[in-house]
Nanobody
Framework: QVQLVESGGGLVQPGGSLRLSCATS????????MGWYRQAPGKERELVAA????????YADSVKDRFTISRDNAKNTVVYLQMNSLKPEDTAVYYC???????????????WGQGTQVTVSS
């Protein structure tokens, strides 16, 4: 059962931009940190960026000053990743992640989207 739905991936030339979006497909009691991970062929999944409910963000060194993560403050269930100055090495499947509680009595769990492909190529 898909809990998070990503959109916005695609093919872009080096130096171009893309904006990824991720929204929850169901309701949760609470959602804490949301983030984006990526996995390139033959490589492990890695953290790209994450943002807390207060807006505090952290980034992988490889994307600092090029990518910006943000949340929809009104909904608090939508997270975006603005990617600028894209490089071929940014090519990967990008996954949305959320730390959340289903119900008030539930433990915190990590939920994942199905991923969206980002390809940077000329």
């Amino acid at each position: 059962q898909v809990q998070l739905v990503e959109s916005g991936g695609g093919l872009v030339q080096p130096g171009g931009s893309l904006r990824l979006s991720c929204a929850t497909s169901r309701s949760f009691f609470s959602i804490n940190t949301m983030g984006w991970y990526r996995q390139a062929p033959g490589k492990e999944r890695e953290l790209v960026a994450a943002v807390t409910t207060t807006g505090s963000a952290n980034y992988a060194d490889s994307v600092k000053d090029r990518f910006t993560i943000s949340r929809d403050n009104a909904k608090n269930t939508v997270v975006y990743l603005q990617m600028n100055s894209l490089k071929p090495e940014d090519t990967a499947v990008y996954y949305c992640n959320a730390e959340a509680k289903e119900y008030v009595w539930s433990p915190k769990k990590y939920y994942w989207g199905q991923g969206t492909q980002v390809t940077v190529s000329s």
